[in-house]
């Protein structure tokens, strides 16, 4: 079975920077591209990032420059750096298998960005 556990959301400063981390389960993770994507209040899901086998990363223009996703295969673990965060980076973080937003994902972790 699929499992994926985020970590590390909390309320932070606009301009602040912020580490994200997912630990997966019960598959082959370094086989596998993830991703990170998010839900804001009120809004559908967005996709983030997604990161290749070998730690090749990709990015959505929103995030392009500020964010960088990174992988540790022999820990079965994925990360998300947020540097020079925005009010409009609150929002749900999840990590999901695959390069998509339809993926299986896990329970999320919020991310506030507030002064």
């Known amino acids: 079975e699929v499992q994926l556990v985020e970590s590390g959301g909390d309320v932070v400063q606009p301009g602040r920077s912020l580490g994200l981390s997912c630990a997966a389960s019960?598959?082959?993770?370094?086989?596998?591209?993830m991703s990170w994507v998010r839900q804001a209040p009120g809004k559908g899901l967005e996709w983030v990032s997604s990161?290749?086998?070998?730690?090749?990363?990709y990015y959505a223009d929103s995030v392009e420059g500020r964010f960088t996703a990174s992988r540790d295969n022999a820990k079965n673990t994925l990360y998300l750096q947020m540097n020079s965060l925005k009010t409009e980076d609150t929002a749900v973080y999840y990590c999901?298998?695959?390069?998509?937003?339809?993926?299986?994902r896990g329970q999320g972790t919020q991310v506030t960005v507030s002064s």
């Open positions: 019960g598959f082959n993770f370094s086989s596998y591209w």
């Open positions: 999901a298998l695959g390069s998509s937003t339809s993926g299986p």
């Open positions: 990161i290749k086998v070998d730690g090749t990363g």
